[in-house]
């Protein structure tokens, strides 16, 4: 029975297990396949359950809200990432088709122009902030694709982490993104009332859905956070995390500049290594078991990507940085239905950033200690000097 499930009664969400999280993986992983964490519900720290989770998406939904506290979950009701069955497929739908490799073939020009001008930019400069640097192509890519107007966008960042620290628990980090998570709300409520998206773009597509009655006016609204919020923090996460890790592996820079053909290999890798997101929640819509271990219907569950893109029962040597290993099935955009809408304009993003850098500049070298940020559930840096040597 559940009560038998070993518990691990450490704080995921303490400072230093957000600064630090993957010793905690590892323990859990090595506790068993269904973890109980304590006020928390489950977790799944292995491979296997978690990608099974993810594809029975009638036991597990997402419904009842993907974050772990129930505030959120309430209020991300009209999203995409916390509805099931019909509302999903709708929402999906409406703004997916978007953000398909053969849509984007018509920005993948201005994406590669964009992402050479800022490598060359940071090479004038010599020494850069590595986040900075890859946080140029989604603040300048995203929105406009969204339609966001171009005034409000020096809030986005912040809004970004403010709604990622409240998919986790109501800890201190997440009451504090009360005040932001409000303010975007009703900045973006403003936004649908007063019809203020760019022309042609996502987001203007979603007003006229719901001129037609397809969406309701709050369905807009959530939709237009839906591609917002989440495609900010992660890419930014996946590129500097590769930057990182190529100044930390100079072996495996010089791979790559060998070999720019496997630069998409790099993007797997690097989210497999540092997962962006660490994990949301499923909650068991009818009594079910997972790997033996029998879970009551309402329980919730959360799907550890980055535990399991580090899981030795699927990985070899799961803790090395190594871009020439298939890392295709990571679980870092998530899988099956929910997986990751948006990944292919990630991948783009951060795949013609690597690619100008490859081209251009022979090292890059730590110029400072990097700093994570503070975050619930996003995993990024915060801060990450780097030197760029042509
Ligand atoms: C490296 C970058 C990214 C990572 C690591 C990432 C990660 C994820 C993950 C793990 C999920 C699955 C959620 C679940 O299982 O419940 C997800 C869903 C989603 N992502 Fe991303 N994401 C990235 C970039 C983006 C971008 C650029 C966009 C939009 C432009 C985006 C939009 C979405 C949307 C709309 C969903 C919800 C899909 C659904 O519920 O059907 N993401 N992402």
Redesign the pocket.
């Known amino acids: 029975m559940p009560d038998t499930v070993p518990a691990y009664r450490r704080d995921l969400y303490s400072r230093a297990a957000i600064l630090d999280p993957h010793p905690h993986y590892a323990r859990l992983r090595d506790l068993g396949p269904v973890v109980r964490l304590p006020r928390r519900g489950y977790a799944l720290p292995r491979y296997v359950e978690c990608r099974a989770v993810?594809r029975d998406h009638d036991t597990f939904v997402?419904g009842a809200g993907?974050a772990l506290n129930p505030v959120t979950n309430r209020m991300s009701r009209n999203t995409?990432?916390g509805s099931d069955g019909t509302d999903?497929r709708r929402r999906?739908t409406l703004?997916?088709h978007r953000?398909l490799p053969r849509a984007l073939r018509t920005i993948q020009e201005a994406v590669q122009r964009r992402a050479a001008e800022t490598v060359e930019a940071a090479l004038r400069a010599g020494t850069v902030d590595g986040v900075a640097l890859a946080a140029a192509l989604?603040l300048s890519i995203?929105p406009d694709?969204v339609g966001w107007p171009r005034d409000g966008r020096e809030h986005l960042l912040d809004w970004a982490a403010a709604t990622f620290d409240a998919l986790g628990p109501l800890n201190g980090r997440g009451l504090r993104t009360a005040g932001a998570n409000l303010a975007m709300l009703r900045y973006t409520r403003a936004l649908v009332r007063d019809r203020a998206l760019l022309p042609g773009s996502a987001g203007a597509d979603v007003l006229l859905a719901a001129d037609a009655g397809e969406i309701s006016p709050a369905e807009a609204t959530a939709l237009m956070i839906?591609?917002l919020a989440?495609?900010l923090d992660?890419?930014i996460?996946?590129l500097s995390a590769a930057l990182h890790l190529f100044a930390t592996h100079p072996g495996q820079w010089a791979a790559l500049r060998a070999n720019p053909g496997l630069v998409p290999n790099a993007v797997n890798e690097a989210?497999r290594y540092e997962?962006?997101?660490r994990g949301?929640t499923r909650t068991v819509r009818r009594p079910a078991e997972i790997a033996g271990t029998p879970l009551p219907a309402g329980a919730k569950v959360l799907?550890l990507?980055a535990s399991a893109n580090r899981d030795p029962r699927e990985w070899d040597d799961p803790d090395t940085f190594d871009i020439h290993r298939d890392a295709s099935r990571q679980l870092?955009?998530?899988?099956g239905?929910?997986?990751?809408?948006?990944?292919a304009?990630?991948r783009l993003e951060?795949g013609a950033v690597l690619t100008a850098l490859a081209e251009r500049v022979t090292r890059i070298e730590l110029a400072g200690e990097p700093e994570w940020l503070r975050n619930n559930v996003i995993r990024r840096h915060a801060r990450l000097p780097l030197r760029l040597v042509p």
């Open positions: 993810l997402s993907v995409t990432l999903h999906r703004l997916a953000m989604p995203v694709l839906d591609y989440p495609s992660t890419t996460g996946a989210i997962s962006p997101i949301f799907v990507y870092g955009f998530g899988y239905r929910h997986g990751c809408a948006g990944q304009l990630a951060a």
